[in-house]
């Protein structure tokens, strides 16, 4: 089974046809783990599962950040594969199925990737793209790969739990670097795809999330020295 995790936050404008959307493509596990949406992003999504088993609810009260949605959601997930995608159509549906034909070839983790040959993103600031493009490179002494700080990929579980991220203790939102890193993986494979910036809604990465993001890389540093001199 395949189960998708997708986090959100004040999506009701999207979510519902995202997932149709999804399942269009591909038979999955969808996991929509919600910050307790004011605008009744939840309450959609709670319906939806009525109609539809392999639709979950997981409603937040109290608790806000995407990197520990992500974790919440991974580990409720029934799949033996696991992934995550916005809610807002920045990643598009139609590349999942490319991105699960991978692990039948042997991958044990699919990231979909804006920098790798034939990747793009567009309707970006110039502000956002330098932003990026910074992130980009103080992750790249720790991993090889052209977007370890992508939002949209695919993992086997059991890499996932063996790396056994807790969710309080997640500080970025960039869990996919945390797998590359962290994760005992032997193939990985990058499929570019077309990042579109959102239409509908307002994004939640804040300024505190980019601190954090600094933090992340500090303690990954520090995960490889250890590892390197036991």
């Known amino acids: 089974m395949i189960s998708i995790v997708i986090p959100t936050y004040n999506e009701k404008d999207n979510i519902e046809n995202l997932i149709n959307k999804i399942l269009e493509h591909v038979r999955a596990e969808i996991i929509v783990v919600d910050d307790d949406s004011p605008d009744g992003t939840g ?15 997981l409603r937040r009260k109290g608790r806000r950040g995407l990197g520990s949605a992500i974790i919440e959601g991974f580990e409720a997930a029934r799949g033996g594969i696991v992934g995550v995608m916005d809610a807002d159509f920045s990643h598009p549906p139609s590349l999942i199925e490319t ?7 042997g991958a044990d983790v699919v990231l979909g990737s804006r920098y790798a040959k034939g990747g793009h ?10 932003t ?10 720790l991993t090889g790969v052209k977007d370890p ?17 807790r969710s309080g203790e997640t500080k970025s939102w960039k869990v996919s670097l945390e797998i590359l890193v962290r994760g005992n ?34 303690s990954l540093f520090v995960f490889k020295l250890k590892k390197s001199v036991s």
Do not use: C, H
Request: proline share 2%; glycine share 4%; no cysteine.
């Open 43 to 57: 309450d959609i999504v709670k319906r939806l599962s009525k109609r539809r088993k392999n639709i979950r609810l």
């Open 99 to 105: 991105m699960i034909k991978e692990f039948k070839s």
């Open 132 to 141: 990026s493009k910074i992130a980009v490179l103080l992750a790249r002494p």
């Open 121 to 130: 993103i567009e309707n970006w600031s110039l502000t956002r793209k330098l």
């Open 149 to 165: 700080v992508t939002g949209y990929f695919f993992v086997r579980k059991k890499i996932f739990d063996d790396i056994n991220i």
């Open 185 to 218: 993986y032997k193939k990985l494979v990058e499929v570019p795809y077309t990042f579109v910036d959102r239409k509908r809604g307002k994004s939640k990465i804040s300024v505190n999330e980019y601190k954090t993001y600094l933090w992340q890389i500090g």
